[in-house]
């Protein structure tokens, strides 16, 4: 059976639903949500993960565009890989100037970034297959 990206959003809106309640307001939960779940275009891109357990390292590349660079906390296994899928969002260019900081979910086989603005209000996704040994969850800073 295949995954279907409406199936992965979902599955990925979920995950932050459970990550963030209680975290941060209801209405910059739902905002998300309505982000990570809406019909958006993507751009295909590649990326890599550096994890030192509790210090990680993100680097996402769109194919033709610019490039983020993250650093995170949380907590993981250590090691790194790489990661290959497209990112989501409804405007490249406010992605682009606007974020400045991220969250995280990895497997070794999967990985998630979802981008926000200072106001915490999500802008887009990185929804990726990785080639990895990272596991965890965690969020940080980072720009295009």
């Known amino acids: 059976m295949k995954t ?3 199936q992965r959003n979902t599955i990925i809106a979920h ?3 459970t990550k ?3 975290v941060l307001d209801q209405n910059k939960i739902d ?3 309505k982000t990570i779940t809406a019909k958006t275009q993507s751009y295909p891109a590649k990326g890599s993960v550096a994890s030192f357990i509790f210090y990680l390292k993100f680097q996402v590349n769109i194919t033709g565009g610019k490039s983020f660079n993250g650093n995170a906390g949380g907590a993981s296994t250590p090691g790194g890989g790489a990661l290959i899928g497209d990112v989501y969002t409804s405007d490249i260019n406010r992605l682009y100037s606007d974020t400045v900081s991220f969250q995280f979910t990895a497997t070794p086989v999967y990985t998630s970034i979802i981008f926000f603005d200072k106001s ?3 802008l ?4 990726c297959g990785a080639v990895s040994t990272v596991a965890g ?3 940080g800073s980072g720009k295009w």
């Open 124 to 127: 887009g996704t990185f929804q």
């Open 15 to 17: 995950d932050f639903i």
């Open 31 to 33: 905002n998300a949500v």
């Open 120 to 122: 915490s209000n999500a």
């Open 137 to 139: 969850v965690g969020g």
């Open 4 to 6: 279907t990206q409406e």
């Open 20 to 22: 963030n309640t209680g």
